[in-house]
């Protein structure tokens, strides 16, 4: 079934300025189809101007983009939703993990609370002993850390303690990747265009691959206290 509001002539000034961003953008969308998935749209039987919900903005080839985008390149945001989006523009990025700063420290994962503490962003040395296991003699603030050094002494190692900094980094928010460093605070809205894709697409990848070695860390890190004070001997290490 073909909706009529496909064929509804606009009126008034604002009507025709609408119409022709929402035929823009539409052809816009169908391009990209064309362009990054050239198999599915030669093998796609769904009509270009078929839309079967009518509370959505997308028609239905258009909503077939978007999934393919969202299972083979990154994920879109309220995919489930999107049948009656409103919001036509715009590729949201949102936080990839919880915001620590803006939970219950306590029921953060163990790991997480290590790590934050080895940073010098939670538990006092004190309170080591019973939350960690152990109490170290000596722990460099993180301000007096050479990152660098950090660096070459953890590329030396193997895995997963060699993913030390990786896993910093993800709790600061500083990996450099979009997908990672988002907060709610700084959530990104990108343009739907080629180049914007093939971008997240890339950095997701990058992202998926960077997750995988947080998670190797952190359960290396909840296996035993040898572990926990390993990690706080190559901190040390790395001071200045």
Known sequence: MISLELFKIPITCRETIIYLENLSQKANFLSLYQKLFPEQWSESTTPLNTKTHPNCIYSDREIEFIQLVNSNLFPVEFIDEI?????????????????????????????????????????????????????????????????????????????????????????????????????????????WSEENIILLAEQWQEATIMLEHFQELTDWIKASVTNRKKLVRIWNQAAT
């Open 83 to 191: 049948e009656a989006d409103e919001e036509y523009e715009n590729i949201v990025i949102l936080p990839q993990r919880l915001e620590w700063w803006n939970e219950n420290f306590e029921d953060l994962e163990m790991s997480e609370k290590f790590l934050l503490s080895l940073m010098g962003n939670g538990y006092s040395l004190k309170d080591w002993q019973e939350e960690f296991g152990f109490e170290p003699k000596c722990l460099t603030n993180d301000e007096d850390i050479d990152l660098q050094n950090l660096i070459k002494i953890c590329n030396k190692l193997k895995s997963p303690i060699k993913y030390l900094v990786t896993s910093l980094k993800i709790l600061d928010y500083s990996t450099g990747n979009i997908w990672l460093d988002t907060t709610y605070e700084t959530g990104y809205w990108w343009e």
